[in-house]
């Protein structure tokens, strides 16, 4: 059933390409007078480059990249492993749910419920837009409601060929709820359009391009279309209308890779900016920081997943090539070829080229006989790069980029000193200049933003980050006070000490200086509570909720300061309103009952 999916994803791939170029018959020339290019490009899809690059866009619509989202149609609907009159039926007893995957009248839904005594205590069923994955481990779909992007609580995996609960519900259950953030579909997609200061939201045409396209790694093309049509010419590698990620720098270009392959501990967008401002050929940090925390001999990195580029620096390989000149530094494409993805039983022999373009028969030391036995004979990344299970993900596995010379290899000294002495807390991965020791450190607000991120997303240290949060912010309380982000920081800050009437005063200037922030209303909305000024905890909370209205513990926290402000209708009606999007919620629905009595 995967084949079968996997081809029409490629078929239909194609036809797009096909239709998007028309004959790909050449041009008659043009004799109006040529107009001076853009000095900014835009974005104008995949169909004007295929017109001149129709065999390598062809190649590229089989890759993974090529088919990384797709729209459902009934046509889709015929290669998906579902079952056309039953579906599929899963139940997870954890949260004593059933879900449900059928299709119907060509489209696909998804379904939860639950039931007691054989009646329904709820069923909540959403149809499907997008298919995102392309089978390789598997995938999951997407579906949209009130401008707003979720995923989908059901995913297919492709080794146990069944579906499961989708990467993430084992955590529990978010029902139809987890919204999809831009920094995710960023990577799974095109040209995504969301709206700004609305985590999940996205404009009524969600795309213009739906999956992964040359642009994304390319850059806008716009004007380089034009300087074609026009009959510009230019001399190997100065052609400034369109990138080359080849003819770049080692770092320019690995940064083009490191922006989806590269997910690190915490990410934090520069000032202002948003994923879609990123441009192939700038530095990646220009608009996202990433950061790991330093590894120890103790606890060596072991994450293969999105971690492709942090994996390949520490492999010899890379390190070997570092002092080298640009064109014999190692980097993503001297394996990959974005436009050029070999089948699993092609792989070998493929990346065994690329292998021996630095290495001979000769370099390998392993026995005759351990070398034959591999499958097929001689390969060298089913020894070098053995794909691992993936932690975060069931039922999948990843190939891991470390390169080893063998098994037990052990991780080079570098691995363990690229801290530097005046950030200890966190690597830079992707810093301009010096990636290890030496590096640059990151503005105080990118680092203030990160060390927030990481004393969440990494309990175990959270001491450590709090206190490198508090120095930081201290500092930028003095350089940067007149910032909202720093405002509302200060004002959480006195959140946490108990200082609720410094945490307002903080917070409300936060609000003047950027007033949308459902954060800061979130915690306007507790030091109100805190001061027992009721009313204001309730306004507070209901901003909050109108700007980030899938946020269910907010939701949550508005009901009780409803019941706490003594109205209780509203608060019967705001949990009524609440159970229509997060029916899944078996405490509110016992709550509502409670309340209703």
């Known amino acids: 059933m995967n084949c079968r999916l996997q081809s029409a994803v490629v078929l239909l791939a194609i036809l797009f390409v ?3 170029s028309g004959r790909a018959e050449p041009r008659a020339t043009s004799k109006k007078a040529k107009q001076p290019l853009p000095a900014v490009s835009t974005y104008v899809g995949n169909g ?102 979720f995923q989908a609580p059901l995913s297919f995996y492709s080794r146990p060929a069944q579906w499961g609960l989708s990467p993430g519900y084992e955590n529990g259950d978010y029902g139809f709820n987890r919204i999809i953030q831009p920094g995710c579909i960023y990577c799974h997609s095109g040209r995504p359009q969301p709206v700004p200061h609305f985590a999940g939201k ?21 004007a380089h279309v034009q300087a074609m049509e026009q009959g510009e010419e230019f001399a190997p590698g100065q052609d400034k209308t369109i990138v080359n990620p080849p003819r770049l720098t080692e770092q320019l270009s690995d940064d083009i890779c490191m922006g989806c392959h590269q997910t690190g501990d915490a990410r934090v967008l520069q000032p202002g900016k948003t994923y879609q401002d990123f441009r192939p050929g700038e530095p990646l940090d220009k608009t996202v920081s990433i950061f790991q925390v330093p590894p120890s001999r103790e606890n060596p990195p072991q994450d293969d997943h999105v971690e492709h580029y942090y994996s390949m620096s520490l492999s010899k390989c890379f390190r070997a090539t570092t002092g080298l000149p640009a064109a014999k530094q190692m980097r993503c494409v001297t394996c990959h070829d974005p436009h050029v993805e070999p ?5 070998p022999v493929f990346y065994n080229g690329k292998c021996m373009t630095c290495h001979t028969a000769a370099s390998c030391k392993a026995p005759q006989a351990t070398r034959q036995a591999t499958k097929p004979a001689d390969n060298c990344i089913g020894c070098h790069m053995p794909k691992r299970d993936v932690v975060v993900i069931s039922h ?22 690229q801290a530097t002495a005046a950030m200890p807390e966190m690597i830079h991965i992707n810093a301009v200049g010096a990636r290890d020791a030496k590096a640059m450190i990151p503005s105080a607000l990118t680092r203030l933003q990160a060390y927030a991120l990481l004393e969440t997303s990494k309990p175990s240290s959270s001491t450590q980050f709090h206190a490198a949060w508090l120095k930081t ?13 720093v405002q509302a920081a200060l004002g959480h800050r006195e959140l946490q000490g108990h200082n609720p009437t410094a945490a307002i005063e903080h917070l409300q200037h936060s609000l003047k200086l950027d007033p949308v922030q459902s ?12 001061l027992s000024q009721v009313e204001d905890a309730i306004t507070y909370a209901k901003k909050a909720v ?44 016992k709550m509502l009952a409670m309340a209703k009595e």
């Open 202 to 222: 996205y404009e009524s045409a969600t795309f213009t391009q739906t999956a992964v396209g040359c642009e994304n790694c390319h850059g806008p093309g716009s």
């Open 473 to 485: 912010l201290s500092d930028l309380e003095t350089t940067d006070s007149e910032n909202a982000l």
């Open 18 to 20: 096909a239709l998007a």
């Open 519 to 530: 954060a800061v209303y979130v915690d306007l909305s507790e030091a109100a509570d805190q």
């Open 343 to 347: 089948t699993g039983a092609e792989a």
């Open 396 to 417: 999948s596995s990843i190939t891991n980029h470390r390169i080893l010379a063998r098994p037990d290899e052990p991780f080079p000294d570098e691995a363990f000193t």
């Open 48 to 149: 004007p480059c295929s017109r001149c690059h129709l065999e390598i866009a062809n190649k590229f619509a089989h890759t993974s990249m090529g088919r990384s989202l797709t729209r459902i149609t009934p046509e889709f609907l015929k290669a998906l492993p579902l079952d056309p009159k039953a579906g599929i039926s899963y139940y997870d007893a954890k949260s004593d749910h059933h879900f449900e995957v059928h299709a119907e009248n060509g489209k696909l839904y998804q379904t939860e419920y639950q039931t007691k005594a054989g009646q329904d205590v709820f069923r909540n069923t959403h149809e499907m837009e997008w298919v995102v994955g392309t089978g390789e481990n598997g995938f999951g779909t997407l579906l949209r409601r009130d401008g707003y992007l």
């Open 546 to 589: 109108e700007l980030d209205p899938f946020l269910a513990g907010m939701q949550k926290t508005l009901v009780f300061r409803l019941i706490n402000g003594k109205h209780y209708d509203e608060a019967i009606a705001t949990m009524e309103k609440y159970l229509q999007n997060f029916p899944e919620d078996d405490f509110m629905r």
